[in-house]
């Protein structure tokens, strides 16, 4: 019986992997062989465990990866494309999160930008950072419907609040006034508090005729160049091949 309630009372109080445990040992004799401590230390664990998975997955399930199986162990540094691995290794890490800084991609359609995006965002969930993909055509959308609708701040909250943000097809189309504000906004509130991976094909230098040949261009730059890291891939000459060539992705 009061084995039966000290269950009870740990799965009313939602530690149901220490209960799942604890269960098993009043089952197996071989635990008996244990002490006090030890068996103890068992039961935290697991739950301690147990939550941390728990966490990563809801991470991970909430960052809505457009890959997420990337990962940076399996990133081909071969097939011709001439990858700076140290600097991926570093990023890895997670530094640039913690420091705030941001990292630029760049790189040919199906060169592979997207896999390296979600493979460092999902090295950042396991890590506990609060991750959030999503493609700039997407979000600009999503912007100018909550300014519609009411819910401006809500939405503006949603992208200004996560640790790391992946912005996927960064300028890939150029921008009409009331979205340069928008992501003004976005890239301002984000600016030094929080970190941004930015996909693109096209250089920085590209991106101010795509933002308008306005002071509002210059700001958003400012606001990213000077505190990012860059990564470009590029292929040796005659092997250039993309990576859905190569592994026969249809997208």
């Known amino acids: 019986m009061v084995r039966e309630t000290t269950l009870n009372k740990l799965i009313e109080m939602r ?3 220490m209960a799942d445990v604890l269960r098993a040992q009043f089952n197996d004799p071989s635990y008996e062989k244990l002490s006090f401590e030890e068996r103890f230390g068992i039961l935290v664990d697991t739950e301690y465990n147990s ?3 728990r ?3 809801r991470l991970i399930k909430n ?19 001439l990858l700076n691995k140290d ?3 570093r990023l890895s890490s997670c530094d640039y999160i913690a420091n705030k800084y941001n990292v630029i991609i760049m790189g040919a359609s199906g060169s592979g930008k997207s896999y390296l995006a979600c493979a460092l965002g999902l090295q950042a969930c396991q890590q506990f950072y609060k991750v959030r993909y999503i493609r700039l055509p997407e979000m600009l959308a999503e912007l100018a419907i909550a300014k519609d609708e009411g819910t401006y701040p809500k939405v503006f909250h949603q ?33 030094k508090r929080a970190s941004t991976i930015f996909c693109s094909q096209f ?20 606001r990213i160049v000077h505190d990012s890291y860059t990564i470009e891939i590029k292929n040796k000459p005659g092997q250039e091949h993309s990576m859905r060539e190569i592994y026969g992705i249809k997208r």
Not at 204 to 220: R, T
Request: glycine share 4%; aromatic share 8%; with cysteine.
């Open 203 to 222: 250089s920085p230098a590209g991106w101010h005729a795509k933002i308008g040949m306005n002071p509002l261009a210059d700001s958003v730059l400012d």
């Open 55 to 57: 966490r990563l997955t």
């Open 87 to 89: 600097l991926i290794m």
């Open 159 to 191: 992208f200004r609040k996560p640790q790391l943000l992946i912005i996927d097809e960064w300028m890939l189309v150029s921008l009409s006034e009331s979205e340069a504000k928008n992501l003004f906004e976005i890239i301002h509130a984000r600016h």
């Open 15 to 17: 530690l149901t992997a």
């Open 63 to 81: 960052a809505r990866f457009d890959i997420p199986t990337a990962c940076i162990a399996d990133i081909n540094y071969s097939s011709g494309r």
């Open 51 to 53: 939550r941390k998975n």
